[in-house]
């Protein structure tokens, strides 16, 4: 079997984040577990200015790099000598993000195996002070000269991962190579044992930041997997790099089915509004039902788009939806057509307005009658409903319980409970803050799966 060569890199760059700034120095040196076999050194031209404080840092100028090559120019000889290689650098996903993202930008797509020095040196050389490369190479009596510069720390590096080649008694590094460098893919600051207890069952899982905090929620089907790929993939921009630089722990809580990680999932963010999750404002109604007394004194029904501090009767979806539902109330109420309004409609519900002066309109106490008996068809219209599935093991079930058309707890219990007196098993940690989104979740859910469902109050729902 081919022994496996190492690229031992260091870059310099503009800024910290790749989809911004550019590489303006770079050294690989190429170590087949005994030697150095080939190397590489460049000033790179980044194309853009060098903030003072990096000049004052690295020592480079935009003088320093005026005539020196653009990475494009480069690109084809550091694609070659990487090849290969496995990536090893001290904090990697740092000279990776930049590397690839350089590569791609000059035509060439190219992956690695990583291996991270930081990582290697904390279980191999337990118990130091600090796993900085300048603190490093001091408690280990290696020397780095041009610090800050490319070919320096990469030279310490070298030294660096040579002794840790060395004294690998526990083979950590082959162990890497094996397992396909997954460990590699987590950020530093994540230890590999918060990783390796994750589940590969369907649930939700929480990032925390140094302080305990949680930053996100997410939902997935296999939770190991799921969180393993947000450290993958090719986006450095700095807002993920920060979102990633961040997270210091990984929790999860498992749900048993994918509906019920959906819902855990949204009341969760609901209750906190982790930093990083994004609003759930895409899963918010978009048209409503409302009445109004017009200046004749009328009630009119009427769909518009639904703004703040508007109250529907009635939510939806799309206007499909609207005008379905608003032509069943015109039809089972007799109501008139003419005072009704249909969402994006206009020239319709100018038509009908004109027709207000040709033709007579019905008693206005009888008429008003009638749309009152329509809006309280609405809200008194609920509906309540247990939905009953498998729980996290195999002695337990889950259930969403529906409550008045809106979802009102989630919880897990014993396989032998029954659901006679739902209320009596709901305890107050498992009621949630539903919304439309989780509301139409679970109606949807019991409309394409009665069996699983057990009906409260109202008429079970129309399959689909």
Same mark, same amino acid.
């Given at each position: 079997?081919?022994?496996?060569r190492y690229a031992i890199v260091d870059i310099e760059t503009t800024g910290g984040y790749a989809s911004a700034s550019k590489i303006t120095e770079i050294a690989i040196y190429i170590f087949d577990g005994k030697k150095v076999v080939d190397e590489y050194t460049s000033l790179v031209n980044p194309q853009q200015p060098i903030p003072f404080h990096i000049q004052a840092l690295t020592g480079i100028s935009d003088e320093m790099v005026e005539n020196a090559p653009v990475f494009e120019d480069i690109a084809e000889d550091i694609y070659h000598l990487l090849g290969s290689c496995i990536f090893v650098a001290h904090n990697v996903h740092f000279d990776y993000s930049f590397v690839q993202s350089e590569l791609k930008a000059a035509g060439y797509e190219w992956k690695a195996q990583r291996?991270?020095?930081?990582? &290697? ?9 600090? /796993? ?11 020397? +780095? ?20 080649? =060395? ?17 590699? %893919? ?18 939700? @899982? ?9 930053? @996100? ?21 700095? %807002? ?35 930093? @990083?999750? %994004?609003?759930?404002?895409?899963? !918010? ?6 009445? @109004? ?6 009630? %009119? ?8 501090? +508007? ?14 539902? &608003? ?18 409609? #206009?020239?319709?519900?100018? #038509? ?13 106490? #009888? ?21 009953? !599935? ?13 409550? =008045? ?23 107050? #940690? ?6 439309? /989104? ?16 057990? /009906? ?9």
């Open positions: 079997m081919k022994k496996p291996l991270c020095t930081v990582r &290697l040196s904390r279980k191999i050389f337990k118990g130091l002070p600090s /796993y900085s490369l300048g603190k490093l190479c001091q408690s280990l009596g290696i020397t +780095i000269e041009d610090r800050h510069r490319a070919a320096g720390d990469a030279k310490a590096t070298v030294t660096l991962f040579k002794k840790l080649y =060395e004294s690998d008694s526990e083979h950590f590094i082959k162990l890497v190579e094996q397992t396909n460098a997954k460990e590699q %893919r987590l950020p530093t600051n994540i230890p590999v044992e918060v990783f390796n207890r994750l589940p590969n069952s369907t649930g939700i @899982y929480l990032f925390k930041n140094n302080k305990g905090k949680i930053i @996100y929620v997410g939902k997935a089907g296999n939770i190991k997997k799921r969180v393993i790929s947000h450290f993958t993939g090719n986006n450095s921009g700095q %807002r993920r790099q920060h979102f990633i630089n961040e997270i210091s722990d990984i929790d999860f809580q498992e749900s048993g089915t994918e509906l019920m990680a959906f819902l855990m999932e949204c009341d969760m963010i609901k209750k906190i509004w982790p930093i @990083y999750n %994004r609003a759930l404002k895409k899963y !918010d109604p978009k048209y409503g039902l409302i009445s @109004y007394e017009d200046q004749n004194g009328y009630l %009119r029904l009427s769909v518009c788009q639904i703004r703040k501090h +508007i109250t529907p009767l009635f939510a939806f979806n799309t206007v499909h939806e609207s005008t379905q539902f &608003l032509l069943q109330l015109i039809n089972s109420y007799s109501l008139e057509f003419r005072l009704c309004s249909f969402f994006n409609s #206009e020239k319709s519900n100018t #038509e009908r307005a004109e027709g207000l002066l040709k033709k007579e309109l019905p008693d206005i106490t #009888e008429y008003n009658d009638r749309v009152l008996e329509a809006i309280e068809s609405i809200q008194n219209s609920k509906r309540s409903f247990v939905i009953i !599935d498998r729980g996290r093991h195999a002695e337990e079930k889950s259930y969403i319980y529906y409550k =008045e058309n809106k979802v009102f707890a989630l919880g897990f219990v014993d396989n032998d409970l029954e659901f006679n007196a739902i209320d009596d098993v709901v305890e107050n #940690e498992s009621l949630v803050h539903s919304n439309f /989104y989780m509301n139409n979740l679970a109606m949807n859910f019991a409309r394409l799966n009665p069996s699983r469902v057990q /009906y409260l109050v109202g008429e079970p729902l129309e399959q689909a």
